[in-house]
């Protein structure tokens, strides 16, 4: 065998969310470290091709759109690449991309190549009715069973992935989620701490606008507690754009909210705030507080995953108020404006989630999943050497 690594990652396209951005800025640094990554894409058109990091795209033409209906295309596409080509290990970046991996595994059998699924959202879902709820505990357990490697952002993660998946506790690795490189970091660690102002607070968000993330909430909260002179900043584009700007203008507060869509990066946004707000209902570990906290932004938000606390250190580096309460998030909109934050902690804590040293237990993983593929093999040929064949004959 060779040191280098044949790595698939599938990716619905270049329209990224965080899960995406991760992805793209793994594969790269996995080309950098010399090794063979292809990003199977399942549709191009997007807006922002243009600043897609240059890798090796595969995909399938359509004539038509795929937008609508993207894990079956996506299943598709995954197939025909592997059917026509080999790899070593199939990278899932995302909760979304397991029934992807998973029509795999039961499309070829044995011919499938080994898979590590990236845990990026929370599995304890209590915003769920109870049937799917239980529908959701048996797909997890399947998921357990099916995938080689688990890997989670942080070790209470790694817990929940025990306990909801069954999974044993060798085959789930713990990677910091690869969020910033160093030269990132540096740069954010540029941006001066701000000092609390009785004239007005800059509150920014980032994110989808999807009803994951609770911008209703955030608004109502911002509604109830907001002086006249603070702003709030949204940053993201997604399904709910619309409904945000009527709910702004119902609170009648659409002339203090500012929606600026997708931004190609939210680092000109963090050097103009003062806050940094997250109102989600859950998250696997949100890339976008650690990149708030390598500004030294001080963060409130909701506790919307077990990492969270590994993240905010309350009246430290922000607060954490409970998912779903807007009233404890409009008074955390008004305490955290007193709160000077300690921004040296801040920037300690996102140093743990940069992207070099993410990359690197990465490619350890791969290697030691294609050493096991790879023994597996040996055993089986080693067994079928020992069988005992008969003539196939046939009765005329």
Known sequence: ????????????????????????????????????????????????????????????????????????????????????????VVFLPGNTYAVVGAAMKLLLGDHAPSMALKVSNALHRPDMPAPMRAAYGLWLRA??????????????????????????????????????????????AKHKPRTASVWG???????????????????????????????LTIAGEGQQRAAIVQWAGELGISDRVRLVGHVASIDPLMAEADVFVLSSNYEGLPGVVVEALAAGL????????????????????GLLVPTGDERAFAEGLERIRD????????????????????AHRYLDMMAQLRRERESLRRRRLGLSAWATHSPWQRSL
């Open 201 to 231: 607070t800059r509150y920014l968000t980032a994110g989808r606008l999807v009803p994951q993330k609770n911008h209703a909430l955030l608004l109502r909260a911002f509604a109830r507690s907001a002086r006249p002179s603070d702003t």
């Open 1 to 88: 065998m060779t040191d280098k690594l044949r790595i698939v990652v599938p990716i619905h396209s270049l329209d990224p969310g965080g899960v995406e951005r991760v992805a793209l800025g793994l594969a790269s640094r996995w080309v950098g470290a010399g090794h063979e990554v292809t990003t199977v894409l399942g549709r191009s058109g997007c807006n922002h091709l243009a600043s897609a990091p240059p890798l090796n795209y595969w995909q399938v033409p359509s004539r038509i759109p795929t937008a609508s209906w993207e894990t079956p295309w996506m299943i598709y596409c995954l197939y025909s690449y592997l059917v026509e080509h080999s790899a070593d």
């Open 143 to 188: 998921q357990g069973r099916l995938f080689d490697r688990m890997v989670a952002l942080s070790e209470p993660m790694s817990r929940e992935i025990r306990d909801t998946t069954r999974v044993e506790a060798c085959r789930v690795e713990v990677i910091s989620n690869p969020i910033l490189s160093r030269a990132r970091l540096r740069t954010l």
């Open 298 to 317: 001080p963060v409130l938000s909701t506790d919307c995953c077990v990492s969270m606390n590994c993240l905010v250190e309350n009246d430290r580096t």
């Open 339 to 358: 709160l000077a934050g300690d921004a040296q902690r801040a920037r300690a804590v996102a140093s743990r989630y940069e992207v070099e040293g993410a």
